[in-house]
């Protein structure tokens, strides 16, 4: 299939690999331009959405993305790969034809696992739920337990109704037959009241999701005044779901291998950054490098003002507004 797109002259699609809690090194694909969502979530890793749309694109050709997997597992390999996923820094399920991406994907290397980290806001339509149903995992998310706190936490489009998210959400669990984890963002104060957790429960209980993750705040967000839990807090919160199937996203856990040189590092790290904020040992551990190398990389990087630290993390893009914290 050879298309015209209006984003054929954009950067590379694939990204990482990225170090992630729950896929180990995941390579990412972005289907969207920066920063296109159906959402505005407050505590989002990449900035603010400046194209807010539930409008379904071809941003770029879908055989340009398969010719950028294909080089890079010509020349990085695939063992360093846990598993291929549809994330970045926007929604991918707004891609129109993230199903045969999804299908020739895993008819090339059927041996890597293909998901898609979405926000599952538009599974009320039947195309989307179609084009997602033979991934092998997905994981949408839910961060609010009612309306009020949907619009404060995901701030969505308006097209996008609560009524219709939570049957989008239900049909594709009963619809779905692979791996699916609904994810439940927790933050202090909002999300994670007592009258919140109880409502969850009854929401969580209504959708039927084989699995429920508990995620928190771990990387600085669009806002700074949210901030995640605490272990403890998580805890409790997955014993008052009972007996919902719920598990805590646990810390990331350190490959062993290694190797003493990678290709364009520099533009690698810069790559990462540009989907999320990481950590040092994060970026050595996702690229599979001695962090004394990714060290030297990430000073001279910043030097020349192309990426910047605050607290234990990068960022790309040289000030805190290049990344759309306010
Ligand atoms: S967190 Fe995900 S759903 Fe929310 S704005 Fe960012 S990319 Fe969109």
Not at 27 to 54: A, M, N, Q, V, W
Not at 238 to 257: D, M
Request: hydrophobic share 35%; proline share 5%.
């Amino acid at each position: 299939m050879t298309l015209h797109c209006k984003h054929s002259s954009r950067q590379n699609v694939i990204f990482g690999p990225v170090p992630s809690r729950r896929l180990g090194r995941s390579l990412g694909i972005d289907l969207t331009p920066h920063k296109t969502c159906s959402f505005d979530c407050i505590y989002c890793e990449c900035g603010r959405t400046t194209d807010l749309t539930t409008k379904r694109k071809l941003f770029v050709d879908p055989d340009r993305v398969l010719f950028e997997l294909k080089s890079f597992f010509d020349e990085h390999g695939k063992q360093f790969i846990d598993a291929v996923t549809f994330s970045g820094s926007g929604e991918p399920t707004l891609y129109k034809e993230l199903g045969y991406l999804i299908n020739s994907i895993k008819s090339d290397y059927p041996n890597i696992p293909v998901g898609i980290l979405t926000n599952g806001s538009l599974f009320w339509q039947s195309d989307v739920r179609k084009d997602a149903i033979n991934a092998d995992f997905v994981i949408p998310s839910l961060d609010a337990p009612n309306p009020t706190l949907f619009k404060k936490i995901n701030r969505p489009h308006e097209n996008i109704k609560w009524e219709s998210y939570i049957q989008g959400l239900k049909l594709f669990c009963q619809e779905y037959k692979g791996n699916l984890r609904l994810e439940v963002f927790l933050l202090k104060d909002l999300n994670s009241t007592k009258e919140s957790i109880d409502e969850f429960k009854n929401l969580l209980l209504e959708i039927k999701p084989p699995m429920v993750e508990l995620n928190t705040l771990v990387r600085p967000g669009v806002e700074k005044s949210i901030a995640g839990l605490f272990t403890k807090e998580m805890k409790y919160i997955a014993s008052r779901f009972e007996p919902i199937n719920c598990k805590i996203i646990g810390k990331y856990e350190k490959k062993k291998t290694q190797k003493e040189t990678v290709k364009d590092l520099d533009s690698l790290i810069i790559k990462i950054l540009s989907r999320r904020p990481c950590t040092l040992d994060e970026m050595s551990d996702s690229l599979g490098i001695p962090q004394s190398l990714i060290a030297t990389a990430v000073n001279r990087l910043v030097k020349n003002n192309l990426i910047r630290k605050l607290d234990n993390f990068y960022f790309a893009g040289s000030d805190r507004k290049s990344v759309g914290i306010v």
